[in-house]
């Protein structure tokens, strides 16, 4: 969503790299171009101007001038800066001191709040609590039957006495919810209610009554990232009209300019709590802005993708497998497998690796990264016996022909799959040894890392141990071809295919060899 806002700073910025002081002439001509980047990205003018006017005044101050990098300080201001419009510190949930906790989401119709009530109940699920839904949009068609399905997604009960569809007393249904948890031992209870298409005095009136009906602890207001600047005229209506103590952002994965996140909370007062991005129940967690402020200034958000690995990576499989590694056992392809399905439970690959610094640059690399070649790998390697899978040496041409029939692939994918396997392989040898791991051994496409040379323009395979056979037959002839060669000191003979010239990448930063084999073809 901010990528044409992250795009326009880093041009900005570029300007003020390798000067060693900044006059007056560049802190207004950086300070223009990062206006114009956000009013672009429709950001509230108010809230630009503010912004603006705090910038330069801190640029023009001794922290920027008495720095040995000014540069480095106006991107550090510019930080600061837009951590405070999105809300300073992280903002947690308040809980009751006496259960149940009452949470009540309110927006306009369309926000994604009956969605968003299904993941914030998997989200307190996971957090140890034990919470219920409550059908409390009575008015829009089927809004019942929709939480229904998505609290069974989430694997949450819901409190739906009415059926909704205009029937029923929302107010009625919210203050009976309250009772139905006493007596259930819920601790959290999290009431839908109705949105309009517009803010009108009907929708505000059934607010409050439902408000005034159960006393919430917390009232999320649920804001649609996508609306650009009607976010901040919305908010502000149902601030003044209900009153909200939080607000939640949908659809941050949308292709808006997203404003709104960087509106809301400067105006309203009230900090955005949480973020949802995706479909899925599990697309949504809390809200950090000095997190988010990274992100759009291209520097990444490695704190999220550390958490996202620590809840994906079980840690009796790791002990098991460092204990494995401690009997000097080797890494086997089923080792392998697991390691990619928790790769996988992490997220989309494109996702993860947006959030490592620097990636701002490649953004169309990453967004063409091919999301099923783990699917692939995967169905490969359960195409291979029990055997196969401990020990790959016994994969001779017959047993890879077979094993590609059975994945529905080619032999070149089951000989490229094994390449990277016998990677991977050396990659867990010199861990065990203690020499460290240059890369995760469960990435599709890892070959290489550490390991081979590089020459400018294309990748070189790593050699070979002294001694060893390829398991692929034309590999073996190839290798049989060249040692005739040099023994009768003919020119030795090279591979049939060159190897594919490597993407144009920034000189400070290049995709490691095993991403690429995630990349199409044509862009590897």
Do not use: C
Request: aromatic letters at 4%; glycine letters at 12%.
């Amino acid at each position: 969503m901010f990528a044409t806002l992250q795009d326009r700073l880093a041009a900005a910025f570029k300007n003020l790299r390798g000067k060693g002081r900044l006059t007056d002439e560049d802190i207004d001509a950086v300070t223009r171009e990062i206006r114009v980047a956000l009013l672009e990205a429709d950001v509230a003018l108010p809230v630009v101007k503010d912004f603006i006017a705090a910038v330069r005044e801190r640029a023009r101050g001794a922290e920027v001038h008495q720095a040995l990098n000014p540069a480095q300080q106006i991107i550090k201001i510019v930080d600061e800066e837009l951590v405070g419009i999105l809300g300073g510190e992280t903002r947690r949930l308040r809980f009751a001191k006496n259960p149940p906790t009452v949470i009540m989401l309110a927006g306009l119709q369309g926000s994604g709040k009956t969605t968003l009530a299904g993941k914030l109940a998997y989200w307190l699920k996971g957090q140890g609590h034990q919470p219920v839904l409550v059908a409390a949009d009575l008015q829009r068609p089927n809004a019942v039957t929709q939480l229904q399905v998505v609290g069974e997604r989430a694997g949450v009960p819901v409190f739906a006495p009415e059926p909704g569809s205009g029937v029923g007393d929302p107010v009625d249904v919210a203050r009976r919810a309250i009772e139905h948890a006493r007596s259930a031992m819920y601790d959290v209870v999290i009431v839908d209610t109705a949105g309009r298409l517009g803010i009108d005095a009907e929708l505000m009136q059934q607010a409050a009554d439902i408000r005034d009906a159960v006393s919430p602890d917390e009232t999320l207001f649920v804001v649609d990232a996508m609306i650009g600047q009607d976010a901040v005229t919305t908010a502000q209506a149902f601030l003044d009209g209900v009153g909200f103590d939080g607000v939640v952002l949908t659809k941050l994965d949308g292709d808006a300019r997203g404003g709104a996140a960087l509106s809301v909370a400067k105006v309203t007062g009230r900090q955005v709590m949480f973020a949802s991005a995706g479909e899925k129940v599990e697309d949504f967690d809390t809200f950090h802005p000095d997190r988010m402020a990274q992100r759009i200034l291209g520097m990444g958000d490695v704190r999220t993708l550390v958490e996202q690995a620590e809840k994906a990576f079980d840690k009796d499989q790791a002990e098991q497998m460092a204990g494995k590694f401690g009997r000097g056992e080797d890494f086997t392809f089923e080792d392998f497998l697991a390691q990619m399905e928790s790769v996988r439970k992490m997220g989309s690959m494109s996702k993860l690796l947006g959030m490592l610094p620097g990636m701002g640059a490649m953004r169309e690399q990453i967004e063409n990264i091919d999301e099923r070649e783990i699917d692939r790998v995967t169905a490969i390697i359960t195409s291979m016996t029990p055997g196969e899978r401990r020990d790959h040496k016994i994969l001779n041409g017959s047993r890879r022909q077979r094993i590609a029939r059975g994945s529905g692939s080619t032999v070149t994918e089951v000989n490229g799959l094994v390449d990277r396997f016998v990677e991977a392989q050396k990659m867990m040898r010199q861990l065990a040894s203690g020499g460290g791991m240059p890369g995760m051994p469960g990435m599709p496409g890892m070959q290489g890392m550490g390991h081979g040379k590089k020459a400018k323009g294309r990748t070189v395979a790593p050699k070979k141990a002294k001694g060893g056979r390829s398991g692929n037959p034309a590999k073996r002839a190839l290798e049989q071809r060249q040692a005739v060669a040099r023994a009768s000191g003919e020119a030795v003979p090279g591979p049939a295919v060159d190897a594919v010239d490597a993407p144009a990448l920034p000189a400070d930063f290049e995709l490691p060899d095993g991403l690429k084999g995630l990349l199409p073809p044509g862009q590897r």
